[in-house]
């Protein structure tokens, strides 16, 4: 009998979809698409998440989810351990007596009961009072963020209204961001392209209306746990309209009728420097939440842009290039870049705290036939 991830799986291959299309598509993360098709479903945080990303990703697939679902059910109940032990223990007597003693103890409730309700009647005691109902459950609260930033603390189920654009607000296009649980020490925020997680004294950026531009990013401030309930304390930030202008990138003032304004970029920054050109390696380790994008350059084997949403501790690495790689980062201080080649490893800097970088990290030869490894940013 076909299995579940074998389903899914031949049914993506049959389509001729690659794992990094259907993250793009479904805006799933590749990790959790290959948990599915592995069967591997300790990678997921909870069996609320197993099912709904069956769900989204069988209705990617044009796949049947009620079909799906039971096959997902038929593996944990298989997974299930039988109780051979109990099977093999001869029955107890000690229930018999148990449910003898539990008889007595019923007779000799039902006995003192009357007696209280004749005593009481007696003496004209009144009736004791009802107990109280206890408390409605908490109703979810829906805020509103009309300026720059939004500060409140948060619980579950908790949402807030916010415009991509603040100039719009009140003529539509509000976008809605809710708290859906916490688990460990990271708050799970949907948003308009899906879940984001984002722990204790960290960021992560969001993207409203999935434009490729981030429209705001949110902090988690403090947790505050309890048996009733547990809240976050939230902070949302909207990102500047325009990225401030560095002194290396100001504009060359001349006259309009000599020439036209000219954007002047900073020098390129020289990693490696070799008669010949040799392939090179580029590795990541992220310290924080950061939307990463990367582009292997004139290889038509590798063409295409892959995009992916990593945590803390994530990494990440791009093997033997032969030309270049061009890479777009939500905030340039988000990881810890290095590039090997050539027997060496050379750490590389490409911003400053918070600011989004687009950059090739590329071969060039100069005037003098010598081939030099360069980082190039370019305009954002």
């Given at each position: 009998m076909e299995s579940l991830g074998e389903k899914l799986r031949m049914t993506r291959e049959s389509k001729g979809i690659s794992f990094n299309q259907a993250g793009l598509d479904t805006k799933l993360s590749i990790r959790y698409l290959e948990a599915l098709e592995s069967e591997n479903f300790s990678k997921f945080p909870g069996e609320a998440y197993i099912t709904g990303f069956i769900k989204n990703y069988g209705a990617y697939l044009d796949l049947d989810p009620n079909e799906l679902l039971?096959?997902?059910?038929?593996?944990?109940?298989?997974?299930?351990p039988i109780p051979v032990d109990q099977l093999l223990k001869r029955p107890s007597a000690l229930p018999k007596i148990a449910i003898g003693v539990g008889v007595a103890l019923v007779v000799f409730g039902l006995v003192a009961l009357v007696f209280l309700l004749v005593t009481s009647r007696a003496y004209g005691a009144e009736a004791p009072a009802p107990a109280l109902p206890p408390p409605p459950p908490r109703l979810s609260v829906e805020h509103i963020m009309g300026e720059d930033s939004f500060e409140h603390r948060f619980f579950m189920g908790d949402s807030l209204l916010v415009s991509a654009d603040p100039e719009f607000a009140d003529a539509?296009?509000?976008?809605?961001?809710?708290?859906?649980?916490?688990?460990?020490?990271?708050a799970v925020i949907q948003t308009p392209g899906g879940p984001v997680l984002v722990g204790p004294n960290d960021y992560a950026s969001i993207d409203l209306n999935n434009n490729g531009a981030f429209d705001l990013r949110v902090i988690a401030i403090d947790y505050a746990w309890s048996i009733a309930d547990t809240s976050v304390l939230l902070r949302f930030e909207r990102y500047a309209a325009e990225r401030p202008v560095s002194p290396e990138m100001q504009v060359a003032i001349v006259p309009a009728a000599v020439a036209p304004r000219v954007m002047r970029q900073p020098e390129p920054t020289v990693i490696f420097s070799s008669v010949n050109p040799h392939p090179f390696t580029l590795q990541a380790d992220f310290?924080?939440?950061?939307?990463?994008?990367?582009?292997?350059?004139?290889?038509?084997?590798r063409r295409g842009r892959n995009e992916r949403f990593f945590q803390r501790l994530d990494d990440l690495t791009v093997p033997n290039m032969h030309n270049g790689i061009r890479i777009w980062t939500s905030n340039a201080q988000a990881a810890r870049f290095q590039v090997i080649g050539g027997g060496r490893s050379v750490p590389v800097e490409l911003g400053s705290p918070g600011e989004v970088v687009v950059a090739d990290i590329r071969w060039v030869r100069g005037d003098d036939n010598v081939f030099r490894l360069v980082v190039a940013r370019l305009e954002v």
């Open positions: 039971g096959m997902y059910r038929a593996i944990k109940i298989q997974e299930q539509g296009g509000m976008y809605r961001l809710e708290l859906l649980d916490v688990i460990g020490e990271d310290l924080g939440g950061n939307m990463f994008r990367w582009e292997v350059l004139l290889e038509p084997a």
